[in-house]
């Protein structure tokens, strides 16, 4: 490994340029029509502009900060609490000198869709095809040569990723899907479980914006030692994953929207004759690195860039009834998109659930990647809908409500995982972990809960990722290892307070941009809960986590339905 590798300098998030925000102030402050729907098109009139369906009128509808009667700055410091934001967060992009990178590029007349802010559907309201027919079908997994596509590496496995932690002297490295779910949990914390905006939905401002379950969930994690630096690999768990089905088709709809066609239908569809099972050209030259405060390596995959906006992550959104029902897909393909707004069968209805799931780990992938947003493909697994780019920074505000508060919780974000990782590490030098964690969190009160399992360097750690399937053997070993093992649990509980000068704030942190916030932090092991309740929360976390069969399901299958 010869390769050179220099950081360059940044001051404040480095973002490419939004042209996208300037092709028309109109649709900023749009609000779309409700309810009109016509299949097999929308219904409606398209010019190639993008077709907007919600509000982009940015309203100040927060309410105003709660400030603590009692508690102070200088009480918060007598309880052990840090100041984290007392210096400002450093970010270095980090870049080969060898070579430039081949960024892939959208192809099938996709371009129009960055060019023009706004939904573009697959048919116009006659039911004529907006783009090439080839696109409406999606390819499915059995119809695909899955040895051609490129294998995801873990951080634990990545060869460039540790040489570079070990030039820039990064003592953790990870990529954006092993800490965007940790960074979750860290805005929660943050926020204490601030709800997401709903003045843009028309349709959905009675419904609750609140974060969805899945998202709130516990995740769990390794720290993999090797050469004084740890990988962040995120834990698949002993559970076969449901959602192997929309995995793979984020996979071969990436592609597929990247790669001309006739070399797409060469290179990844099975035909007759034999099979090329030679894998992909390595994605290690599309890879963004950046080294925050000087000892977190993150790398980020760039999948698409477009000369006039920058680098852009592929989101392949699978239709409301899909993501209910994976486990059945194949019964739910008959639900299809043919409406603007609406509770169901709408486009307005998968950016509310997207709002509530997923665009928080958006835009730290996004934040992370130096990316300008994501362009999104709908679809039911059988049929794509459209196509619309979403900007890092509708998302932010449609999350945040400000500016302020997202670049405060990116900053605030990185280094509580810098910090959590630092403190489990120092206390358990040169080992390998499993942390498990969650941010529980009411009005007034918030904190998160971290249980560590040391793992001694005599036990193999068994690492999974989503793109290998699990074996019968590796599904037991797995779940010996969480249920049998007697590897030391220890426990550690996050806080953190805001502060608008010295007044602490109480409450959801409705943060506004003329507020310039101080956030303390305090971690603590609790070394007062017995042994036998310590192992009780546990468990429970674990099963929360949906990442393993518990040994009492097991028990309700051999006993088969009451």
């Known amino acids: 490994m010869s390769r050179q590798v220099i950081a360059k300098a940044a001051t404040g998030h480095a973002r490419p340029p939004h042209q996208h925000q300037q092709h028309s102030k109109k649709k900023w402050s749009a609000v779309s029509k409700a309810g009109r729907s016509a299949p097999p098109g929308l219904g409606l009139p398209y010019d190639g502009k993008g077709i907007i369906y919600r509000n982009l009128k940015y309203v100040d509808d927060q309410p105003d900060l709660s400030m603590d009667q009692k508690l102070t700055v200088e009480k918060l410091q007598k309880q052990n609490f840090v100041e984290i934001t007392s210096t400002p967060l450093t970010k270095q992009s980090v870049v080969f000198t060898d070579r430039v990178p081949q960024y892939p590029m959208l192809n099938h007349g996709l371009d129009k869709v960055m060019k023009n802010y706004g939904l573009h559907p697959m048919k116009d309201e006659r039911g004529e095809y907006l783009f090439p027919r080839f696109l409406a079908k999606c390819p499915q997994p059995s119809e695909v040569n899955h040895a051609a596509f490129p294998r995801f590496i873990t951080s634990s496995k990545d060869k460039i990723l540790h040489s570079i932690a070990l030039k820039l002297r990064a003592k953790f490295k990870g990529s954006t899907s092993s800490v965007s779910g940790i960074m979750s949990h860290c805005y929660f914390l943050l926020s204490r479980h601030k709800n997401v905006r709903s003045s843009h939905v028309a349709s959905f401002k009675a419904q609750p914006m609140h974060f969805t379950p899945a998202a709130v969930k516990p995740v769990s994690f390794f720290l993999r030692h090797n050469e004084g630096t740890y990988s962040i690999d995120r834990d698949a768990g002993s559970k076969p994953s449901e959602n192997v089905v929309l995995m793979d088709m984020g996979r071969i709809l990436e592609h597929l929207l990247t790669t001309p066609y006739d070399e797409f239908k060469n290179r990844f569809l099975l035909h007759d004759g034999p099979v090329d099972t030679t894998p992909a050209p390595s994605a290690d030259a599309c890879y963004n690195y950046l080294l925050v405060d000087d000892s977190l390596l993150l790398r980020s995959q760039l999948d698409c860039w477009h000369p006039d906006v920058g680098i852009v992550d592929i989101k392949t959104r699978a239709t409301y009834a899909i993501r209910m029902h994976v486990a059945e897909w194949k019964q739910h393909t008959y639900y299809k998109l043919d409406k603007l707004t609406g509770a169901e069968r709408s486009f307005e209805r998968e950016f509310y659930d997207m709002t509530r799931a997923a665009f928080l780990k958006y835009i730290f992938q996004c934040r992370i990647g130096s990316m300008a947003g994501v362009f999104v493909a709908y679809h039911n697994t059988e049929e794509m809908f459209g196509f619309e780019f979403l900007s890092l920074k509708e998302m932010e505000y449609a999350v945040f409500q400000s500016q302020a508060l997202a670049d405060l919780t990116f900053d605030v974000s990185c280094k509580m995982l810098s910090q959590i990782c630092e403190h489990v590490t120092s206390r358990f030098p040169s080992e390998s972990l499993r942390l498990i964690l969650q941010t529980q969190t009411n009005y007034q009160h918030s904190e998160m809960t971290i249980f560590v399992e040391r793992l001694p360097s005599t036990q193999q750690v068994i690492l999974t990722d989503s793109s290998s399937p699990l074996t019968q053997q590796t599904q037991e070993n797995l779940r010996k290892q969480?249920?049998?093992?007697?590897?030391?649990?220890?426990?550690?509980?996050?806080?953190?307070?805001?502060?608008?000068?010295?007044?602490?704030?109480?409450?959801?942190?409705?943060?506004?941009?003329?507020?310039?916030?101080?956030?303390?932090?305090?971690?603590?092991?609790?070394?007062?809960?017995?042994?036998?309740?310590?192992?009780?929360?546990?468990?429970?976390?674990?099963r929360d986590s949906s990442l393993h069969v518990m040994p009492d399901e097991d028990t309700k299958k051999s006993q088969g339905p009451p």
């Open 482 to 542: 969480v249920f049998e093992s007697v590897n030391p649990i220890h426990k550690y509980v996050v806080k953190i307070e805001t502060a608008i000068g010295d007044k602490v704030i109480a409450g959801q942190l409705h943060l506004r941009d003329h507020h310039d916030a101080r956030v303390f932090l305090k971690i603590e092991e609790d070394i007062t809960t017995p042994k036998a309740k310590m192992m009780d929360e546990y468990m429970r976390m674990v």
